[in-house]
């Protein structure tokens, strides 16, 4: 993906996505989540009608692409405790059962195609290896909070 | 008489060969702008090749191995343990590679420059051999004793990575992305080299 595009046009694209759509989201992973999800996976290149319409498709993909890999450096420079509350709070967000969300993203590991593209390869890996252990926790941990409640209550 | 005339012409002769041998090297040195820049491309993807300090700093995080035993259970701090493990021997096994692949580009395009510092090759040298030696002695380290075995020897190869590359790149300084494209020099490039 290599556009000639004008910088300034480009880094004004980004703010405007930094101050318009990411801004709801609190999280690196939601965003980097959600600009992976703006990607169309057989060209590669970024879409977004609104950013496109204010720019143009050209800026509003550079735009998202310099977004994506940021959020995902902060995703990747996140320990496994922030990556757990992120990953907390992001499942909240989807209002997804988290039993389904569980089963979901550890069988289709929808992370790995979430990674921008030319990232180093065992930069990813480990991403994904955080991932996969960050799910773990997380999992254990509704675990016990499902049992909770249960061993809590009187016994009959 | 018949000893000196013979020591005479044999230094005379050593003389015309290290002559010829010199006007050699020069015609080499100078090397097509092809070659140079492959050279740099070279030098440029193995500097790439390194991961950032700050992502290897990430990797062996000890914040993460006392979350993981405070909040996990044991199957999942077995889990972080190999996950870890893992990653950890791949990077040192890069950074092995990428030495190794430094190594022998230096080799291949030392002979492009004429004016090598004899100095800084024997320091790179030296830098070479024992930054191989410690990736070898810290491969095995992780492999018997998990990722958070030598902290130590961790901190060790990144630095020196970072300083055989710093030496290297003085030293083929001939290879200076300005010299050969202008479009290629981007010292921003350079931010990952351990």
């Not at chain 1, 880094?11 to 609190?26: E, F, G, I, K």
């Not at chain 2, 979350?67 to 077995?78: D, K, N, T």
């Amino acid at each position: 993906m290599a556009f000639s595009t004008n910088y300034t046009n480009v880094d004004q694209a980004a703010d405007d996505l930094r101050r318009r759509s990411l801004a709801h989201m609190a999280a690196p992973l939601e965003r980097m989540i959600y600009l992976g999800s703006t990607r169309d996976y057989n060209t590669g290149l970024y879409y977004h009608d609104g950013l496109a319409s204010r720019f143009s498709e050209m800026v509003a993909c550079q735009a998202l692409a310099n977004c994506h890999r940021e959020a995902y450096q902060q995703v990747l420079q996140s320990s496994i405790e922030d990556l757990v509350r992120q990953l907390d709070s992001y499942i909240q967000s989807t209002n997804s059962a988290p039993r389904d969300f569980i089963a979901a993203w550890k069988n289709l590991q929808p992370y790995r195609v979430a990674v921008p593209a030319e990232t180093d390869p065992l930069a990813a890996e480990f991403l994904c290896s955080n991932f996969k252990i960050a799910l773990s926790i997380w999992e254990a941990h509704q675990h016990d909070r499902s049992r909770q409640p249960l061993d809590a209550s009187p016994p009959q | 008489m018949i000893q000196l005339t013979f020591s005479l012409l044999v230094g005379f002769a050593l003389l015309v060969i290290l002559y010829f041998f010199v006007r050699g090297g020069k015609v080499s040195a100078e090397g097509s702008a092809q070659q140079l820049r492959e050279a740099r491309q070279t030098l440029d993807s193995l500097q790439f090749s390194l991961l950032p300090n700050d992502l290897v700093h990430r990797i062996f995080a000890k914040e993460d191995l006392e979350y993981v035993r405070r909040a996990a259970p044991s199957q999942v701090q077995s889990l972080f343990l190999s996950e870890r493990k893992d990653i950890s021997l791949a990077w040192v096994r890069r950074v092995r590679g990428a030495i190794l692949g430094l190594m022998r580009f230096h080799r291949g395009h030392a002979r492009l420059y004429a004016q090598l510092n004899l100095s800084t090759e024997l320091l790179l040298a030296f830098n070479f051999v024992r930054l191989l030696t410690v990736c070898r002695l810290l491969e095995i380290a992780l492999y018997v004793r998990g990722p958070y075995a030598a902290p130590g020897m961790v901190r060790t190869v990144a630095v020196a990575a970072g300083k055989v590359c710093t030496i290297s790149e003085k030293s083929l300084v001939f290879l200076k992305a300005n010299q050969i494209d202008p479009l290629r020099n981007d010292p921003s490039r350079h931010g990952a080299s351990v």
